[in-house]
């Protein structure tokens, strides 16, 4: 028996010649992505635009997968975290965040990860696998259909499990679905990169215009090359150069991430260096204090030392805001995801 189709594997032109090879029109193919992507089916039989016939004959042939819930937290301050099983078995997390004005969609682009950033989860336990496209995608679709129809997910960071760099075709091809097939609008999306610098050229000349943000954490090598081992392979002058030919349309601007740890990366010092490195970059700086993860030694500053941080950054005239934590109590926060159940 021939293998079945998973439609949501497919790019938009292999659901044209999927369609066409059984004789069906492009408005077939379209209406097909249309139902999968903006009515979130996951099963063909719910698409009722199409006749029974119709729908026998694509379920012989194919099926529409989907992520099944394993685990669903709530936090107090409303965050909602997911946890997902794939169809091998892997799980991964997803993150919920509402806020005033958006419902941000936190998404992971790996099982895991393999980058072992001294501050994070997810790179304890090392990298399983790349996601395909459909698999971030269907992050969306899967919470979307969850919680229509009072809300609709606004903003969508890659911000979850992974280094969505390291996965950078299966992301791009992500991203170009999330534009054109849900209608998400690519300046609501950010991708947060760890800095690998020949990658985002690539991400700039493949990708829709997103939002980059880079992960810095540090403003010397030394310092960097403790908490991000990334470090010695591309160091922060590296990345630098690499984020300058980043194309920016006029008032767009790079967000550099700073994970702020007690001791390490808060001192007066760091302040002014991080003002010295980006003074020239059209840039927005987030101040994130380090989130509590299992088994590490490292603390977040006090206020007064991030509120010092802060002012130094200011004073030089940089936009820097320091990032509310959400979602510590279900372990959800930056840093803390792992894919598996929390006890
Ligand atoms: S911060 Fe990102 S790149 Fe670093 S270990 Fe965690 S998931 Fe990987």
């Known amino acids: 028996m021939l293998k079945k189709i998973n439609l949501k594997e497919l790019t938009k032109d292999e659901i044209h010649a999927f369609m066409s090879s059984s004789g069906l029109s492009r408005f077939r193919a379209d209406q097909l992505i249309h139902w999968i992507y903006t009515k979130y089916v996951s099963d063909i039989n719910e698409i009722t635009e199409f006749s029974k016939g119709l729908r026998n004959s694509l379920r012989n042939r194919s099926y529409i997968s989907g992520l099944k819930l394993e685990q669903h937290l709530k936090s107090t301050d409303g965050t909602q975290k997911f946890l997902f099983s794939l169809e091998d078995g892997h799980t991964i997390e997803t993150v919920l965040i509402p806020d005033d004005d958006r419902l941000t969609l936190c998404v992971s682009s790996q099982v895991g990860c393999a980058f072992s950033c001294a501050f994070c989860q997810t790179g304890k336990s090392g990298l399983s696998r790349n996601l395909k496209a459909y698999e971030i995608v269907d992050q969306i679709l899967t919470v979307q259909k969850g919680i229509q129809p009072q809300d609709t997910i606004s903003n969508v960071v890659f911000m979850g499990m992974g280094e969505p760099l390291a996965n950078v075709h299966e992301v791009i091809e992500a991203l170009w679905r999330i534009v054109s097939f849900i209608g998400i609008s690519k300046r609501r999306i950010t991708l947060s990169t760890v800095g690998i610098a020949p990658v985002i050229g690539l991400l700039a000349s493949h990708a829709p215009e997103i939002n980059l943000a880079i992960s810095l954490n540090a403003t010397t090598d030394a310092i960097r090359q403790k908490i991000m081992p990334v470090n010695r392979r591309y160091p922060l002058k590296t990345v630098l150069d690499a984020c300058r030919t980043f194309p920016l349309r006029p008032r767009r601007r790079i ?89």
């Open 255 to 343: 967000t550099f991430e700073y994970i702020l740890i007690e001791g390490i990366n808060d001192s007066a010092d760091d302040a002014r260096r991080l003002v010295k490195l980006l003074k020239h970059f059209p840039c927005k700086i987030n101040l994130i204090p380090l989130n509590p993860i299992a088994g590490s030694i490292m603390h977040p500053p006090s206020e007064i030392i991030i509120q010092r941080f802060q002012n130094i950054l200011v004073q030089k005239q940089m936009t820097a805001m320091v990032r509310k934590s959400k979602g510590q109590d279900i372990n959800a926060s930056c840093g803390q995801l792992r894919g598996h159940p929390v006890s």
